[in-house]
């Protein structure tokens, strides 16, 4: 399965990382897998690394439904990075999705990991207007 994840419970933080080609099968097996692990928490931020996807096989029906399943706290905050442009694309439409959910979490999207980590690390309530999603 093109997709792992590492859960660093010092940093309070879930690490996803994909590769690949993508499907929404797959997400939501991972997803699963990890809300299960014994040191998930909720209320821990999560970082999706999606730098090495080459393809999303995701619907905007399955995106609906992405956003719609809320797994952390509204405390948490999840940042993605994409460097592909149509993998970015289609996490920038997930990003919309969860912000006109009912129970909005903190999503963002960004081009560099680095970028991500510093917005997961700080203050910040929500990524905002062009933070982190800034086309290059």
Do not use: C
């Not at 792992?4 to 590769?19: A, E, F, H, M, P």
């Not at 920038?92 to 990991?113: K, N």
Request: proline share 6%; glycine share 4%.
């Amino acid at each position: 399965m093109p997709i792992s994840y590492t859960i660093d419970k010092d940093r309070r933080l879930v690490i996803s990382t994909g590769w690949e080609r993508l499907t929404f099968a797959e997400v939501m097996v991972h997803r699963e897998r990890f809300t299960h692990d014994p040191d998930f928490d909720p209320a821990f931020n999560q970082l999706g690394d999606m730098s090495a996807v080459t393809d999303l096989e995701i619907s905007i029906d399955e995106a609906k439904e992405l956003a719609s399943r809320n797994i952390f706290s509204r405390q948490s905050k999840r940042a993605f990075v994409a460097t592909k442009p149509l993998i970015f694309g289609m996490l920038r439409l997930m990003e919309a999705y969860h912000e006109i959910s009912p129970a909005p979490e903190q999503v963002g999207i960004f081009h560099e990991r680095d970028e991500a980590m510093k917005w997961l690390d700080s203050n910040e309530e929500s990524a905002g207007p062009n933070l982190g999603t800034t086309p290059k």
